[in-house]
């Protein structure tokens, strides 16, 4: 199929690369003639794990990438991948979506045939066939059902592993107008060598239960975190091994043994905002949803118990300390969520000397925590050197090799907020939960 993607994100580049990569020809529409520049040049705008392979071997051939809207004319179907960030009381920002939908409206009217415009970008229950119907009726004065048709498409990809999610899903939630069975139709041939290849479940459904699969997906994993951090809370109290008890409860399939890693909580792009989100939304219809709430509480907490664990080993005031990690997670450099800034925050609050370390990310905090006043090393093993202690935040393998490392420390207090570290002889050590 002829494909266009508006969006060159996390989320649009991995789709174009990888329906590229399933015989489509894909054309990604942004506004940022840099990524535009990127891609045509075969190398990928973001850093994600197999995505810079597939976009050098696609660009100049099944994939491109353009900022003239023009494009969506020789295409079949449009993907909306823009971003929605979060407004100051948690819901969502449509106005990038909107501006999305106008131009893409404006440029469908000069086009004869009937048109699929499938949401991929977040977006609660309603504004798929309110918010964009709407829009593209004002602008191109198309009428939805004829000239075009609306569909959801969720995207539930992990940083870090997004073209594989991308390519492997577990699922895949495609969401129509009721009775439109042309959309359902172009939807399943999109996504046909992927289930062909794949065998995904697949999941028919509706405009707006498919916009809120996607939240109702983010909130129950969030919410999983959140719990497990809880009972790992109080497993440290009682010093007992959080991480015995979640392989252990773990073997109930009626509970499963992902997502029971405890420690300093999630973040990243997706559940801070989505979770923000739907309770914004929640509470803009009279409800009010206190378990969601309490997860957010929980993880917000994780961080202040890290530090108080370090600090009932080191006096951080004055102190050297090192922060190992600053991505939200290993394998991506997004910072977005992560929990590094409010340990580094806390840190400095409280009078330390923080020096911190990840191997992708320091260029992204430098650039967008300007105001941090840290030190950054070049490696794990020079952060440590002549520091007071040492907080780890992210789960990277380098973390998990260090060893000697330790020795060089004036002082070898350890604070693993990942469960990364091993005990050693020499090493004062505390899991957060174990």
């Not at 990604?28 to 995505?51: F, K, Q, R």
């Not at 999305?100 to 499938?118: F, I, M, Y």
């Not at 929980?298 to 080191?314: C, E, F, G």
């Not at 191997?359 to 490696?379: G, M």
Request: charged letters at 25%; proline letters at 4%.
């Amino acid at each position: 199929m002829d494909v266009s993607i508006i969006g060159s994100g996390y989320v649009g580049t991995t789709a174009a690369a990888c329906l590229a990569d399933h015989g489509h020809d894909v054309v990604n529409v942004d506004i940022d003639e840099d990524i535009v520049a990127s891609i045509n040049d075969g190398e990928s705008p973001v850093h994600e794990p197999g995505l810079p392979e597939l976009i050098a071997e696609h660009a100049g051939g099944r994939l491109r990438a353009t900022t003239d809207y023009d494009a969506v004319l020789d295409t079949d179907v449009t993907v909306i991948a823009v971003g929605t960030p979060s407004r100051g009381d948690g819901s969502i920002d449509t106005s990038v979506v909107e501006a999305a939908t106008r131009s893409l409206g404006e440029t469908l009217a000069q086009k004869d045939e009937s048109h699929l415009v499938v949401m991929k970008s977040t977006v609660v229950p309603g504004t798929t066939d309110e918010l964009v119907a709407s829009t593209l009726t004002d602008a191109g004065g198309l009428t939805v059902g004829e000239d075009v048709h609306l569909a959801v498409n969720p995207e539930f990809l992990q940083m870090g592993s997004a073209v594989e999610n991308f390519q492997q899903p577990h699922k895949i939630v495609l969401g129509t107008q009721a009775d439109d069975e042309w959309a359902l139709d172009t939807l399943h041939e999109l996504f046909e060598p992927i289930v062909d290849e794949a065998d995904p479940a697949v999941v028919e459904t509706g405009l707006r239960e498919a916009e809120m699969i996607k939240y109702a997906n983010n909130a129950f994993l969030a919410s999983k975190v959140s719990l497990i951090n809880d009972i790992g809370n109080i497993c440290k109290e009682f010093d007992v091994d959080a991480y015995e008890v979640a392989d252990a409860i773990g073997l109930d399939d009626r509970i499963g043994d992902r997502f029971l890693r405890s420690g300093l909580g999630w973040g990243g792009s997706c559940f801070p905002k989505d979770v923000a989100a739907i309770i914004a939304a929640a509470k803009s219809q009279g409800y009010e949803p206190p378990l969601l709430e309490a997860a957010v509480e929980v993880n917000d907490l994780q961080p202040q118990r890290l530090l108080d664990i370090l600090a009932s080993h080191v006096d951080l005031n004055g102190a050297r300390i090192a922060v190992l990690g600053l991505a939200f997670k290993p394998g991506t450099d997004d910072i977005r969520g992560t929990r590094a800034i409010p340990v580094i925050e806390g840190l400095c609050d409280r009078g330390a000397d923080v020096v911190a370390y990840d191997p992708v990310a320091v260029d992204n905090v430098r650039e967008q925590y300007p105001a941090l006043d840290i030190e950054y090393a070049d490696s794990a093993a020079e952060a440590l050197r002549d520091a007071d202690g040492c907080a780890v935040v992210t789960a990277w393998d380098e973390f998990a090799a260090l060893s000697d490392e330790f020795d060089d420390m004036a002082s070898p207090v350890v604070v693993d907020g990942r469960h990364v570290i091993e005990r050693r002889d020499g090493l004062t050590y505390e899991g957060l939960t174990w």
